[in-house]
């Protein structure tokens, strides 16, 4: 009972009183998940750098500045040679040098903008698409969220059935045995009857081992979504609602499913941008205009010695001193930039060739995602009407079982009936009421996948789930009688 709605102060009292408060719901576990499913943050990030592609494909038709500049210190030295006439006779002479420059600073700032250049517009329109993308692939990733969470806590829930009938079988036989031993020991039945008791314990016992480590594994398989550990799981009782899917027909539900499927959707995007990709790499062959605007500054403060060569008969000279050797420049240039491809070894053409396979497969890939979400479509439609005449019929089996298990007891006791026919008889009432269980998971897992697979589940329908289960304390076990 949820008695929350009805009053703040009955549901304090609720959570003191009652065992079963700390039930987790699957509303519960599904934000838990939310919180630290690895999956899904994982395709958060993909979906945030991924977001990244716009401002980077804008960027490229906006105006480009760039500074450089340098500072350096720099010392030459070496000769010079020149020819001069010394009377009537043409005379070759040589002049050395040595400068040093301390210190030479230059830098220069340079605009650029694009006036033509059609893969950043096409680039650009790869981006728009390539978010929508990501977007989808978020949203689908959210969905699957939604589908794992529930199949891994009904999963847990099976498996917690299936223990508990296990359990009670092994109980029921156990009893079984103790009255097949003492009407041995008293003469009423034979020792076959005692072997066949205690062979079945045997099993029972086998079988409740491996129900352990089956629940065990299911409940490391929901941590890995949700992070936690959960003692109380709250369960799917007999009166669980049985709905028919709404539209009542199965092709409607494809057709909603081809028009929202959100992992179909990535696909159909997929394609349009490999076909953009084509275009990309065909603007290889086009030219591209640009304007572009500089300024920059060299100054140079150095010092130069000119040592002189003498000729032929002359005296040395004194030596030179250093001189100021200093620059101040300015360089201003502003135009006009093409750049026309000739010819580049067949690299555009390569490219081109090799985006037109890429679109191709990513078509292909488009036409296997819509058979693949028709399929399921159709599987999860057909699951969730089959599963609930299933679920019918099992209800029907269980009762049928018990009414035959209390036939055949009785007719031990009048003899007419032996140790096997209760033995089989129980084991018929356990199994009719484990599977009666796991098909009302099955059925409310399978919804779930048709709303997957139709691109519709949202968190309300997990939360209309979740109002459907109840305490595990107010689900019957399985009976023993």
Known sequence: MKLYRLCPLLAALALLVSPQAGATSLLDA?????????????????????????PQARAGLLPQLEATGSYQHQESSGT???????????????????????????????????????????????????????EAQFRAAEQDLMARVARRYFDVLGARATLDAAEAAREAIGRQLEQAEKRFEVGLSAITDVQEARASFDAATAGLIEAKRAYA????????ITGEYYEDLADAGGDTPLITPDPADVEQWVEIALTRNLNLEAARLSAEISRDGIELQRAGHYPTLELFASRGNTRITSERQTIPETLPGDPAPDPQPFQPANSDSWQDAYGLQVRVPIYSGGAVASNVREA?????????????????????????????????????ALAQAVESSETALR???????VGTRTTVDVLQSRRQLFEAQRDYANSRYTYLVNALRLKLAAGTLQEADIALVDSWLKPAAEVPPPTQP
């Open 356 to 392: 037109t396979f890429r679109h191709e497969a990513s078509q292909q890939q488009l036409e296997r995602v819509a058979r693949e979400t028709e399929r399921a479509t159709r599987d999860a439609y057909l699951s969730v009407t089959a599963e609930i005449s299933r679920v019918q």
């Open 30 to 54: 599904y934000r838990d998940a939310l919180r630290s499913d690895p999956t899904l943050r994982e395709a958060a990030a993909n979906r945030n750098a991924t977001l990244e592609a716009k």
């Open 217 to 224: 594994v299911a409940r490391e398989f929901l941590r890995e």
């Open 407 to 413: 036939a055949t007891e009785a007719g031990f006791e």
């Open 80 to 134: 010079q040679t020149f020819t001069t006439l010394a009377g009537d006779d043409v005379v070759t002479l040589s002049t050395g040098f040595r400068q040093e420059v301390e210190p030479n600073r230059s830098w220069q700032l340079r605009v650029t903008q694009t006036l033509f250049r059609w893969d950043q517009w096409v680039a650009l329109r790869q981006a728009d698409k390539q978010l929508a993308q990501a």
